[in-house]
């Protein structure tokens, strides 16, 4: 995918859509449950003072991930919307 960056490299305050889940087993079932699917659009909302976890919006809810978690998350480059 060569428009492609991970979940973890996208700025605060942008939107994306989730162009690939590649982390496998349980953890990737976790983050489908939590709305994180392939099409789906992500709001990066704030990181925390360190820098880890990051707080996303997904279909109307927030959820934090850590770092090694939204780098396993791929994003379209081409869909990047700023506030």
Wanted: net charge positive; aromatic share 4%; proline share 8%.
């Amino acid at each position: 995918m060569p428009h492609t960056l991970s979940l973890a490299d996208i700025p605060i305050g942008a939107s994306v859509r989730i162009a690939e889940i590649l982390t496998p087993g349980s953890n990737r079932r976790r983050l489908l449950d939590l709305g994180l699917v392939p099409g789906a659009r992500v709001d990066i909302i704030r990181r925390s003072p360190s820098g880890n976890p990051t707080a996303y919006l997904v279909k109307g809810t927030v959820i934090a991930l850590r770092n090694e978690d939204a780098a396993q998350i791929l994003v379209d480059t081409m869909q990047f919307d700023f506030p």
